[in-house]
């Protein structure tokens, strides 16, 4: 159990921050361009919830210094909220590849992120997706995913809870739970409540 998830978030935690964090700054530099010069000093408030700056439709690319695409995050809108410094985004998805060209997927129906993206909340549908790739002397890393209607991603801990019911895939296996803590570093899961497993016999294997 402690290598079957040892690689699904290696390459996409490294690249959900900085896609995420382009996010907020094409919406601070759009900001920035069409506010108005401010004439006299602001006078204090008690802060609101209330969103600063909008995005719709958007699409945010990052690039390898090669030129080649490294990471994507299309959204159907964006909402900046500064009393909580957080960025509400709905139908949020992410594409990510690394350098060995594996891919990963996320999409849900909303995305929360905080200011440096290193937490981010993945509401309603929630899902997570490492393509399958063959290696060069262990076979094939089989595809992995994560299916829930809330998965909560740290990405500088490399780690992954849940406190609602998750669906796990390895492959042809398949693990169901109440609740997930998944830690990249120690490369350990923790599935809590009904926990049930279905496990596929490798057929390959003599």
Partial sequence: MRHLFATIWDRFLLSLPLALMSVLALGSYWLVRTAAPIAAPPVATLAVHA?????EDFSVKNFDKDGSLHAEVTG???????DAQWTEVDA??????????????????????NEDASEV???????????????RHEGESPRMEFRGEFLHVFAKDERVKSHLPVELRH????????????????????????????????????
């Fill in 51 to 55: 969103p600063d700056y909008f995005m």
């Fill in 121 to 135: 909340q993945l509401m309603g549908k929630a899902h997570v997706v490492r393509e399958a790739q063959a290696l």
């Fill in 76 to 82: 159907a809108a964006a909402r900046h909220y500064p």
């Fill in 171 to 206: 492959g042809a296996d398949r693990f169901t739970a109440d609740a997930l803590d998944y830690d990249n570093v120690t490369q350990v899961v923790q599935l809590t409540g009904h926990v049930h497993a279905t496990l596929v016999p490798n057929r390959s294997v003599p």
């Fill in 92 to 113: 949020i998805a992410l594409r990510a590849q690394d350098a060995q060209g594996r891919l990963s997927l996320a999409s849900a129906q909303r995305g929360l992120t």
